[in-house]
């Protein structure tokens, strides 16, 4: 199928983008790397009249590290993937982006527009989750910061308003002083599906291995990526190769969610494979074999 008839328009800069927005309100739509969105528009699930592509605006474009990773809203995923940089800083978000679809998607696909589109099933906006993250959001009233607990709404919605433009992604580093572990896992029909159920756990550690601060996220399991604040909780001052608190964090994740059942698998499954992935996850980061 193809697309209704939309105007296209292409800004070289923030401002200009926003003014677009402005000027057509909800008529007009964000596009990126149009993985998500030129799908949507070709089967007439979405029918926007305007596209304001922002891939040519330079400094969307950038990534850094710097006391913090910040990824521009148009940073490829496949240009993540194979950044030093972005790997030593952040090794979770290249081992989820490995995940990310196909090697066509993830040359086209941008980190911004994956986070935006929300898809709950999607491995970055839980990976934004898992480690604190915050997005950047720029229009007719100025810049605003959001935490990652705060953007994400529910199903393929966030809080970024009609008039803004989703401009950057920052990821805080740990203090010096902690040890950080991470593990990232999920599972799908097949490599490059959506998943069914995936984890993205962080954790930082005291001197004497014990958890200072976890966070889980949960993805595929409700309307949005979801922290699993109890399982959380289980874990704050144990050690992670601790086998009860292993066990209290994954029954605690399951119970913790009521998935809604779909044609790809049962409530009943997400909840086994969620408590099955969140103990894996947590033996993994712990280094722990598994068994």
């Known amino acids: 199928m193809k697309p ?25 739509k964000i596009i990126a790397g149009g993985q998500s969105l030129i799908p949507t528009m070709n089967m007439r699930l979405a029918r926007p009249s305007v596209l ?7 400094e969307l474009q950038r990534f850094e590290v710097n006391g913090a990773v910040t990824i521009g809203a148009t940073s490829r995923h496949q240009n993540m993937l194979t950044s030093a940089e972005i790997t030593a800083a952040a090794p979770i978000i290249s081992a989820a982006l490995v995940h990310v679809g196909h090697g066509a998607i993830r040359n086209r696909g941008t980190v911004g527009g994956s986070i935006a589109h929300a898809d709950p099933a999607a491995e970055l906006p839980a990976i934004l989750l898992a480690l604190d993250g ?21 199903f393929l919605t966030t809080s970024i308003a009609e008039d803004e ?38 954790a930082d550690l005291d001197e004497d291995g014990a958890v200072r601060q976890a966070r889980i996220a949960l993805m595929g399991v ?16 144990r050690r992670l190769d601790d086998p009860q608190g292993i066990r209290a964090a994954a029954a605690a994740a399951a119970d913790g969610i009521d998935p809604v059942p779909d044609a790809h ?11 099955a992935l969140v103990a894996r996850s947590i033996r993994q980061a712990a280094g722990l074999q598994e068994g």
Request: hydrophobic residues 40%; glycine residues 8%.
């Open 4 to 28: 209704a008839p939309f105007a296209y328009y292409v800004p070289e800069t923030v401002a200009e983008a926003v003014g677009l927005l402005v000027e057509h309100g909800d008529e007009a």
């Open 222 to 237: 409700a309307d949005r990526p979801l922290r699993a604040r109890t399982a959380e909780s289980e874990l704050m001052g």
């Open 265 to 275: 698998a049962s409530g009943e499954y997400r909840k086994e494979v969620t408590a």
């Open 134 to 154: 915050q997005v950047v959001v720029t229009g007719s009233g100025g810049d605003r910061l959001i935490d990652a607990d705060d953007f994400f709404v529910t």
């Open 52 to 58: 304001v592509d922002v891939c040519r605006i330079p």
């Open 165 to 202: 433009v989703l401009t950057e992604i920052r990821i805080p580093q740990p203090p010096r002083n902690v040890r950080r572990v991470w593990s990232f896992e999920e599972v799908g029909r097949r490599h490059g599906d959506f998943a069914l159920v995936g984890t993205a756990f962080v």
